[in-house]
């Protein structure tokens, strides 16, 4: 059976704050991705890896950065945490480009 | 960059009509297009997808068609059921600069409601 974890559900964190939210699959897949998802403007991709210590930016990776030094984890990373980073966060991946994404639960940032 | 359209944003319908949601896409290079169902407090999942060598793909109740010329896709929920109540996306898929590794780009969702 399929499984993308993630490892908070809920997060409140401080303006300034570092925050790391991470995801893991257990599917040996190659590629996994990092989406905000806000109301009103739908997923919208952060950044992506297609491989271990791989990654592209997205559409809006301005303020995040991420780390995959294994191939089932992928962290993201919030150097500076700021209030318009308050958001649902869902990570996702599949086995290879142009195949079904699976999504993790989702993690509900809220940053004071 | 891809961007995708995607109307409407609400779709209220009664249990056993059908649904449509359309989408526009940007990107004539695109070639995979799929639809993703989330439920409230739920994760997205996948339902169907199209590739760019076929014009419609069924599955029972849910159907896709595309036209590449247009850059336009659309769902087709047909007999409605108060469970399809969700909210749905549509996807475009695009290229990095290499050319070798794919990410989607998401429309802004349809929220569906079907009434009893």
């Known amino acids: 059976d399929v499984k993308v974890t993630q490892s908070s559900r809920y997060l409140v964190k401080r303006t300034g704050e570092k925050v790391f939210l991470e995801c893991v699959q257990d599917m040996d897949h190659e590629n996994m991705f990092w989406y905000r998802q806000d109301p009103g403007l739908g997923l919208r991709l952060i950044y992506f890896?297609?491989?271990?210590?791989?990654?592209e930016k997205g559409d809006i990776p301005e303020g995040y950065s991420v780390s995959r030094e294994k191939k089932e984890r992928f962290s993201l990373i919030l150097e500076s945490a700021s209030t318009n980073q308050t958001s649902m966060y869902l990570c996702?991946?599949?086995?290879?480009?142009?195949?079904?994404?699976?999504f993790g639960p989702g993690t509900r940032l809220t940053v004071l | 960059g891809e961007n995708v359209e995607q109307h409407p944003s609400t779709l209220s319908v009664q249990e056993g009509d059908s649904a449509v949601i359309k989408c526009t896409y940007s990107?004539?290079?695109?070639?995979?297009f799929p639809w993703y169902k989330q439920e409230l407090g739920k994760r997205p999942q996948l339902i169907i997808d199209?590739?760019?060598?076929?014009g419609e793909k069924k599955d029972q109740r849910i159907a896709v068609t595309l036209n590449k010329t247009a850059k336009h896709f659309s769902l087709h929920i047909t007999e409605t059921q108060p469970e399809d109540s969700a909210v749905y996306f549509c996807a475009a898929s695009s290229s990095n600069s290499g050319g070798s590794n794919y990410k989607l780009t998401f429309g802004k969702g349809t929220l569906l409601t079907v009434n009893p």
């Open positions: 199209i590739r760019s060598n076929v």
């Open positions: 996702a991946s599949n086995i290879k480009s142009l195949d079904t994404q699976y």
């Open positions: 890896s297609y491989d271990v210590k791989m990654k």
């Open positions: 990107d004539s290079a695109s070639n995979y």
